[in-house]
């Protein structure tokens, strides 16, 4: 696996261990991107700091480009 998509990210906790474990257990992935929910509003992901910081971690650590589109 190469390109993981994932729509209708809300940001929960349960989310964000399945993109960990994705990071970890698919050595050969390069491209995540990960696309929020469509009835969400962009200010209940932005205003989440922590989901922010998370996703800035796993690009800073992981060799796999990790995107999120609000």
Avoid: W
């Amino acid at each position: 696996v190469k390109v993981i998509e994932i729509y209708g990210f809300q940001g929960t906790m349960k989310e964000m261990a399945m993109i960990k474990h994705f990071l970890d257990y698919f050595p050969s992935l390069k491209e995540m991107e990960v696309y929020a929910e469509e009835n969400i509003y962009p200010t209940q992901l932005g205003g989440n700091q922590r989901v922010l910081e998370m996703f800035e971690l796993y690009n800073k650590f992981s060799s796999c480009n990790v995107q999120l589109f609000i």
